[in-house]
């Protein structure tokens, strides 16, 4: 009998050993699997950037790790990005052909990304819509602006808007990337800050904080958006927004109940507000000129 207990005590230990051993075991195994997962996803910054075919020296100090900066921020902005890969889905193939016919480098689509992330947002400073025009820009630029109508939220007018604003940069810089920080700071900054630093290059100024990240957020989302698959945003093309098939109404006169006008031409007020956010009133007042609303087919 006291055999037996002893054999059934030692029997106990050994096998309580045995499972302490076992799961330290396990245990370290977890533990380094886990110390390996940060770096997993580590993708080592690019060794080339271009903005519309200028290429960013990133053999310069600064200018590689304010790149580096903005490629760690956006990256690991995972709601944001996700969000912006989505929209590009719809709204790239609208923004695109404008550019194109506008003889525009194609990467400025990627400025209105970090805009306003491709949507109608409004700015503490009033700066609104994709491209972020303020009011007094707006309408030096063509866009209505009034209690009816506000173009800055009309997508492919406020486009067309952005293409002449880039134009009129270029004649003046010369350079795309000066250009895009133009569009950060204005036109009279950067030329200020060019004539009172002696020099005309972007990577050679010493800027205010938004304008000095500016470009190098663009060559980011680029980046990225141009890889997602590399940074972690491997979305399938079913998950992304698709554009979305609209008919057409020409509007060449007055409507004093809009959400009337969205009934009788089959839809309601929230589609109409949707597909046509310019609209900022319940009526419009053409003033003798000619509209075209968007409807969903």
């Not at 977890?30 to 200028?54: I, M, Q, R, S, W």
């Not at 979305?235 to 057409?248: A, L």
């Amino acid at each position: 009998m006291k055999k037996n207990l002893k054999n059934m005590l030692y029997t106990t230990a050994v096998v309580g050993i045995a499972s302490t051993f076992i799961f330290a075991s396990t245990h370290k195994t977890e533990a380094t699997e886990e110390a390996k997962n940060p770096t997993d996803h580590y993708v080592p910054l690019p060794l080339t950037a271009n903005f519309a075919g200028e290429k960013a020296p990133l053999d310069v100090i600064d200018v590689k790790e304010r790149f580096d900066r903005e490629m760690i921020i956006n990256a690991n902005l995972h709601s944001s990005t996700t969000l912006v890969i989505k929209r590009a889905e719809r709204y790239f193939p609208i923004i695109e052909p404008i550019l194109k016919k506008n003889n525009i480098p194609d990467d400025f689509k990627y400025l209105c990304v970090i805009e306003s992330t491709l949507s109608n947002v409004v700015s503490s400073a009033g700066a609104s819509g994709f491209w972020q025009f303020m009011k007094g820009t707006a309408g030096e630029y063509n866009l209505v602006v009034d209690e009816y109508i506000d173009e800055r939220y009309h997508l492919e007018k406020a486009t067309e808007a952005a293409c002449k604003y880039f134009k009129d940069a270029k004649a003046r810089f010369g350079s795309w990337t000066m250009v895009a920080a133009a569009y950060n700071r204005g036109m009279a900054g950067m030329t200020k800050a060019m004539n009172s630093q002696y020099v005309d290059n972007y990577y050679d100024l010493f800027l205010n904080q938004e304008t000095s990240r500016y470009v190098f957020r663009i060559l980011a989302m680029k980046e990225i958006m141009t890889h997602p698959q590399k940074y972690g945003y491997d979305i399938p093309k079913s998950e992304k927004y698709p554009p979305i098939p609209m008919r057409t109404i020409t509007l060449d006169r007055d409507i004093d109940d809009l959400p009337m006008f969205a009934q009788e031409n089959g839809s309601n007020y929230k589609l109409l507000k949707l597909h046509n956010p310019w609209l900022v009133n319940t009526n419009i007042k053409t003033k003798g000129k000619t509209y075209t609303i968007e409807l969903p087919r």
